[in-house]
């Protein structure tokens, strides 16, 4: 009774269109991380632009947080939309964080493993922008959704073992060394929580189809 009564208000706040948005600033961000990750690349510029992403996703999630505030009739709980929005911000900030990184230590080549990562990374922008127009109609792209938001967490657990396989190899080659290991460990240490960052959306998600679908 209460949904119908719920369709013949008004809504306020196109939701949907700014989940979107953001999801378009990740996959954006996301392969100019790819960018940085190839050889003989100007690691300034490119940094830039993640820089510009990120900027671009801060303006939509303050219009998020403004709309959640005016608006009388959301589309889903006030705390599932915030919470979204901010996981999908998460990962966008571990991206720049992941690319400060990379230009801080003034890494020119990086490791195979670490390029893998962020192979892992753009695909679950892609993912991400995939699955985020699907909440438009929870309950009939509510097994499609699952399907996406498993393969963010598997996304996730192949970053996990990549991550783990790549810090033991780097050990093993930089003792030697020690500060280069240290470099290598930050470096991953920081693409891996960009997937962390994925399988919260992706948790996020499960929990919108969970109570809509």
Do not use: C
């Not at 269109?17 to 600033?25: C, I, L, P, R, V």
């Not at 911000?89 to 670490?114: G, K």
Request: glycine letters at 6%; proline letters at 3%; aromatic letters at 6%.
């Amino acid at each position: 009774m209460f949904a119908w009564f719920q369709r013949l208000l008004p809504h306020r706040g196109d939701f949907f269109g700014m989940f979107e948005a953001h999801a378009n600033t990740l996959v954006g961000a996301a392969q100019a991380l790819s960018e940085l990750a190839s050889d003989s690349v100007s690691p300034q510029a490119l940094l830039q632009t993640i820089q510009d992403h990120e900027h671009d996703a801060d303006d939509v999630i303050r219009q998020v947080l403004t709309a959640v505030r005016k608006t009388f009739l959301t589309p889903f709980d006030r705390g599932a939309i915030t919470s979204l929005i901010g996981a999908m911000d998460d990962a966008i900030d571990e991206m720049l964080a992941a690319a400060r990184a990379i230009d801080l230590y003034q890494l020119r080549e990086l490791r195979p493993e670490m390029k893998e990562i962020v192979g892992l990374i753009s695909e679950a922008a892609t993912v991400t922008a995939k699955a985020v127009p699907l909440l438009r109609n929870v309950s009939a792209n509510g097994a499609r959704l699952h399907e996406l938001t498993g393969r963010l967490v598997s996304l996730e657990g192949e970053a996990d073992d990549i991550h783990a396989s790549g810090l033991k190899r780097a050990f093993q080659t930089a003792k030697a060394d020690p500060l280069q290991f240290a470099v290598a460990r930050e470096v991953f240490r920081n693409l891996e929580r960009v997937t962390d960052a994925f399988e919260d959306v992706a948790n996020e998600i499960d929990g919108i189809v969970i109570d809509h679908a």
